[in-house]
């Protein structure tokens, strides 16, 4: 038998978390499924220094357990399981799982984006200990350090300008041998004396997981096949972002690499359907907007329940 509900919310991370605290002190009851990881991409970084109220940061684990006490202080529950499928043609909105179906009124699409890694065991482990995706969340901890920036586009020259505001020395290390960057950013780094470069190599190892942090780099020169080990006390992985949209493909209309396309960062292509965070966020990519479009699709999908059959939400 399937289970109804008013707002259903897809995702555990700041967007996830507060659409949840909205609408359940609205009395809608949400249900939030948590996905495959619990407080999302956030719980991967240790201490975040640029979310408001924790003038001496606080842990990215620390947040979303707090953030999700809140919304389940106020009414919401929350599964610990996968959606399998959806369909999005009619309301209400069916979801299937793996042992129930859920019927629900409105959806809030909160399933973020996952950072394409190199694929390294390594990198996996010191992820949060040195290893990062996100220049403008962690680039104060590596004040006066040696970093690498791993990638040749727009988002890679940005990260790699971003951290000589902190890093001593700033390598991009790039798998062919010019960047596919726009013009200006690139020659912004060329002009950057703490910027680096290092074409047509890749690399094939991070140490040092053993010791739980950075230490150097193996990286192979793709041309000659000649393999260096560089010290390095930082890396960021910057060759783009995945939006978690597989499930929605051919039910909403997907924009520029795959996020949700929508006006204004909240509303869909399905009336009664909505976006919040990193899956319609291309740009920004933070937790504090994330959280602020949380509470918007939040109360659009309040207001959508709330409006005269037939009639648009005010």
């Known amino acids: 038998m399937a289970i109804s509900k ?8 700041p967007a996830g978390l507060t659409a949840a605290i909205y609408a359940a002190r609205a ?7 948590e996905g495959p990881q619990r407080g999302g991409q956030l719980t991967t970084t240790t201490i975040v220094e640029n979310f408001p109220g924790f003038p001496e940061g606080v842990d990215g684990w620390e947040l979303t357990e707090n953030i999700r006490k809140q919304a389940e202080k106020f009414g919401t529950e929350f599964l610990s399981e996968l959606v399998t ?32 890694r190199l694929g390294l065991e390594s990198e996996l482990k010191l992820t949060g200990h040195g290893v990062s995706a996100c220049a403008t969340c962690d680039g104060f901890f590596f004040r006066d350090k040696v970093v690498f920036v791993i990638g040749g586009g727009d988002a890679a020259l940005e990260e790699a300008i971003s951290l000589t505001k902190f890093a001593s020395s700033v390598t991009l290390l790039h798998r062919r041998d010019s960047f596919k960057a ?21 690399v094939e190892d991070v140490l040092d997981a053993d010791k739980g ?13 000649q393999v ?13 972002h995945q939006p978690n949209t597989d499930l929605f493909k051919g039910q909403l209309a997907l924009g520029r690499g795959g996020y949700i396309a929508s006006a204004d960062g909240v509303t869909t292509s399905v009336p009664g359907v909505f976006a919040a965070g990193d899956v319609s966020d291309d740009r920004y990519r933070q937790a504090i907007t994330a959280a602020g479009s949380g509470a918007k699709a939040a109360l659009e999908a309040q207001w959508f329940i709330e409006k005269p059959e037939g009639q648009e939400a005010a």
Request: hydrophobic residues 45%.
């Open 228 to 240: 260096k080990e560089l010290p390095a006390d930082g890396v960021f992985v910057a060759i783009g």
């Open 213 to 225: 942090e950075v230490t150097a780099l193996k990286v192979k020169d793709l041309k000659t096949g």
């Open 6 to 13: 008013k707002v259903t919310i897809l995702g555990s991370g």
């Open 85 to 116: 499928s959806v369909d999005l043609s009619k309301r209400p909105f069916s979801l299937k799982l793996s042992s129930q179906e859920i019927l629900t009124d409105t959806l809030i699409i909160a399933t973020g984006a996952s950072a394409r």
């Open 27 to 33: 009395g809608l009851e949400p249900l939030v499924i």
């Open 182 to 202: 726009s013009k200006i950013l690139v020659e912004r780094a060329e002009k950057n004396p703490k910027i680096k470069f290092i074409f047509d190599s890749a």
